[in-house]
C-alpha cells in the first residue's frame, strides 16, 4: 500500500465546507417553515398541517445525522493528517478510510432528506384534491 501524502485528506475541507453550508441552508429553512406551521397548526387545527410537521420532524432528524456525520468526517480528516505528519501510517490511512465512510453516510442522509422534501410536497397535493 502507498504511503498517504498530507494533500490526500486535505482534499475533503473544501468539500466539507461547502456541504455544511448547504446543511446549515436546510436546516435553518427548515426551522423558519416548522414555525410558520406551528403557528398555522394552533389556528386551524388541519390534519394536513399535522402530517406535514411529522415529515419535517423526519426531515430535522436527518439533518442533525448529516451534520453530525460530516462533523466527525472532518475530524478523522484532521486525525489522518497528524498522524501523516508524525508519520503513524496505521493511523493515517484508518482515520482517512473512516473519514471518507462518515462522509459518504452524511451524503446518504442528505439523499434521504431530499426524498422527505418531496413528501412534504406531496402531502400539501394531496390536500388539494381532497378540497
Known amino acids: 500500500m502507498t504511503p ?15 456541504l455544511f453550508l448547504s446543511y446549515t441552508n436546510r436546516f435553518l429553512h427548515l426551522a423558519a417553515l416548522i414555525r410558520h406551521l406551528h403557528r398555522d397548526w394552533l ?40 498522524a501523516v505528519m508524525f508519520g503513524v501510517a496505521p493511523l493515517d490511512t484508518i482515520s482517512f478510510t473512516a473519514a471518507l465512510i462518515l462522509m459518504g453516510a452524511s451524503l446518504t442522509s442528505l439523499v434521504l432528506e431530499i426524498w422527505c422534501s418531496g413528501g412534504a410536497l406531496q402531502i400539501l397535493l394531496n390536500r388539494v384534491e381532497r378540497d
Request: hydrophobic share 50%; net charge neutral.
Open 43 to 82: 389556528e386551524l387545527q388541519d390534519e394536513s398541517l399535522r402530517e406535514q410537521i411529522e415529515n419535517l420532524r423526519k426531515r430535522l432528524k436527518l439533518i442533525r445525522w448529516m451534520q453530525l456525520l460530516g462533523a466527525v468526517s472532518l475530524l478523522l480528516c484532521v486525525t489522518s493528517m497528524v
Open 4 to 18: 498517504l501524502e498530507i494533500s490526500t485528506p486535505a482534499l475533503l475541507f473544501p468539500a466539507v465546507s461547502l
